[in-house]
């Protein structure tokens, strides 16, 4: 049986049963190997209802002897307890707000259940579950005993339960002859790594407890080794046998641009840009990710290594996610550079095909030196007469494929600088850019005064309000950020568009208002944006469409309605659209919400500025699968490691890649393996 063959071959699962387990991702053999328990339910340590003792975590298996519901609180709760019996005592189990369980539970089911035992005051059982952490429905033929041992419990559905997967993933062990391994021998010897086959073992049906962490260690271990293998060879393929653009010291061209800035670099600038220019002064191609906080002066970094390509005799391109922060940067890199002779041209999808052509032809006959714009860039058409750096701003917005799209842009390889504003914990920089080198950028530049945040209630908004408008009566600007764009009946928030018009009409009657949101045509956005830019507009109402690159440096208010319906990152990234000029900036975040998560998130974003620690914060807060699903772009899913618990087994995994990129003959064991599990991911470096 090969892993690479469909669930089809299977005993027991037929056309119907395939296309379930294909809506849930399982297509192959091996995606249902790999189908990891989400939970486990320890029966190897049943305890009789008679024994229960208030306050001990325990479990609990019997038959539900009688239901009833009824409604409770304020808030009408529905409650739904069932009197479950062992025969040894009576045990009152409750669950609140989940009707549907009234479907599945009946008087006389059986039922497994693990929580934390309390006295039932007022009830007919001797106890009740006050912490329920967990309960199974048993099928008939199943039993809950010491000699069931530990239980696997898996991400399930109706027509495909836990006996399904149980018996499916049971009998596919058993008929597996062996195994191949993935981790070469000296690497699982050194890292003392359970077999392969014994791990999917204990993943599944785990002999203990003991035997079960061993086994998740070593798979997920595998799991970040390879990703961290396929990411090494991309760097060292882009790295050694490959010419990539030397370019020489800096001359005239970049001394006069350096002496034109209006301030001094500063060391965090100064550091960053040492290690690009001496980078791009090497044969090697340069790929490097700045990493830096909102108006930490990355774009600054960036003109000065398109300048020195410029200078150079090469082309540069500059691509950003949006249409806003491309025609951003081509405004601003025109005013400062074209009083050099440097010709800055502008390419999105807006533009008509006669002017799409027009670029085009520039671009090819070396018309213009540097070119910015969107995904534009990447499309067929754009031929560049020798391009010499490519920059990407927002990088975690494109993925690597996109990248690398244009970096094969002419015969010798471009340099690559890759910028983002999102600041990422350290396990996400070692996986999302394990192919990068990486600076950071992390002091503010001088005169800068931080953002102060305030958390505020919606019972002040007049006052809130009432504030703003004598910030822009004393010449200011200001935001006001909503979460939706129009009125949505199943979420009763205030839209953008009813805010406008609230805002518009009272408080702010007289004073220019504008809107702006992602449903507008980008030449309608652009023109807001350019009032707001040129002051013509005092207040700008919108959604997320500013949270990135938007530089007004006269606002210097921000409000957020419903701030608990975003994330800290994306709080921090709208934050940074304000405290970018000479005036004290505030940033008041409305909300009511009373669940502790979000209470926690707007707490924090009052506390500090500092990007990094949010990202850290907000990776504790969100859990990795969610953080790690939004910066992955390009990169395989991980199925059983947890970058935010797992950083010590990430760094030894990665230590054994590097390891292993100086054996030959175990690299080639691991791109075999590459192909294999990872082929949409890392097909561009399978085909080299």
């Known amino acids: 049986m090969r892993l690479e063959e469909g669930v089809r071959c299977l005993k027991g699962v037929g056309p119907k049963k395939a296309e379930l387990l294909e809506r849930l991702g399982i297509h192959t053999v091996y995606d249902l190997l790999t189908w990891y328990p989400r939970a486990y339910e320890d029966r190897s340590t049943l305890t009789s209802i008679a024994d229960l003792r208030a ?39 409750t669950w609140f707000n989940q009707k549907y369980l009234k479907q599945k ?5 059986r039922i497994f259940l693990t929580g934390k035992a309390a006295y039932a005051y007022g009830g007919r059982g001797n106890y009740a579950m006050s912490q329920l952490s967990s309960f199974q429905i048993l099928e008939e033929d199943e039993t809950a005993d010491a000699s069931c041992g530990i239980q696997p419990i898996y991400r399930a559905t109706e027509r495909l339960n836990q006996k399904f997967f149980r018996q499916m993933i049971q009998k596919l062990l058993e008929d597996m002859e062996g195994l191949p391994e993935v981790v070469p021998e000296v690497v699982a010897e050194k890292y003392q790594l359970m077999p392969r086959m014994e791990a999917f073992r204990n993943i599944h049906f785990p002999a203990d407890a003991a035997a079960m962490k061993a086994a998740r260690n070593r798979l997920a271990f595998e799991e970040l080794y390879l990703i961290q293998c396929g990411l090494m060879v991309i760097k060292k393929r882009n790295r050694e046998g490959k010419r990539g653009v030397r370019h020489l010291q800096d001359s005239r061209l970049m001394r006069q641009v350096a002496s034109s800035l209006p301030f001094a670099l500063t060391k965090d600038q100064q550091k960053a840009w040492e290690s690009i220019r001496r980078d791009m002064e090497s044969t090697v191609p340069m790929r490097r990710l700045v990493q830096g906080d909102v108006g930490s002066g990355k774009t600054v970094i960036a003109m000065l290594a398109l300048v020195k390509t410029v200078e150079n005799g090469c082309q540069g391109a500059l691509m950003a996610p949006t249409e806003i922060l491309a025609e951003q940067h081509y405004h601003t890199f025109s005013e400062s550079l074209g009083k050099f002779g440097i010709r800055v041209g502008f390419l999105s999808g807006r533009l008509t095909k006669k002017q799409r052509d027009e670029v085009y032809e520039k671009i090819r006959s070396h018309e213009m030196d540097i070119v910015i714009g969107t995904h534009a860039l990447i499309q067929d058409g754009v ?5 010499g750096l490519v920059v990407t701003d927002e990088q975690h917005r494109f993925g690597i494929a996109q990248r690398a799209a244009l970096e094969k842009q002419g015969d010798l390889l471009p340099d690559v600088l890759v910028m983002t504003a999102t600041p990422i914990p350290r396990t996400m920089t070692l996986t999302v850019y394990g192919d990068l080198d990486v600076s950071l950028i992390k002091e503010l530049p001088p005169g800068r005064k931080p953002v102060r945040t305030f958390v505020r209630h919606p019972e002040r908004r007049t006052l809130i309000y009432d504030y703003v408008l004598k910030q822009i009566r004393e010449g200011r600007q200001a935001y006001v950020v909503c979460p939706l764009v129009e009125m ?8 953008a568009e009813e805010v406008y018009e609230e805002l518009r009409y009272g408080i702010f009657r007289g004073i220019p208002c504008g809107l702006i949101h992602g449903r507008m045509k980008a030449a309608d956005k652009e023109a807001v944006m350019q009032a707001f830019h040129a002051g013509k507009i005092k207040l700008l109402v919108s959604t997320t469409v500013i949270e990135v690159g938007v530089n ?15 994330g800290l990152a994306q709080l921090h990234q709208l934050r940074g659209r304000i405290g970018r000029g000479p005036y004290q900036s505030f940033c008041i975040l409305v909300s009511d919400s009373r669940t502790e998560t979000a209470k926690e998130r707007l707490r924090i974003m009052e506390s500090t500025n500092d990007g990094f620690l949010l990202a850290e914060e907000d990776l504790k807060l969100r859990g990795p699968g969610e953080f790690f699903g939004a910066m992955q772009h390009g990169l395989p899913d991980l199925k059983i490691a947890d970058v935010l618990t797992d950083l010590d087994i990430l760094l030894k995994a990665r ?3 590097l390891e292993t990129m100086e054996r030959e003959q175990d690299m080639r064991q691991v791109l075999s393996l590459l192909s294999l599990q990872y082929r949409e991911h890392f097909s561009h470096i399978m085909e080299t």
């Open 55 to 93: 306050g001990e975590k325990a479990s609990v298996s019997g038959v539900i002897m009688s239901l009833s519901e009824k409604q409770a609180g304020k808030r009408n709760m529905t409650l739904l307890t069932a009197m479950v019996s062992d025969g040894t005592g009576f045990l009152q189990v």
């Open 105 to 109: 539970l009946k008087q006389g089911t």
């Open 383 to 387: 031929s560049f007469a020798h391009l």
């Open 488 to 495: 949505n009946e199943e979420l009763p928030l205030p839209s």
């Open 552 to 566: 007004v440096p006269n606002a210097s208010i921000m409000v957020v309605e419903h701030a608990e319906r975003f």
């Open 655 to 657: 230590q054994a890649a």
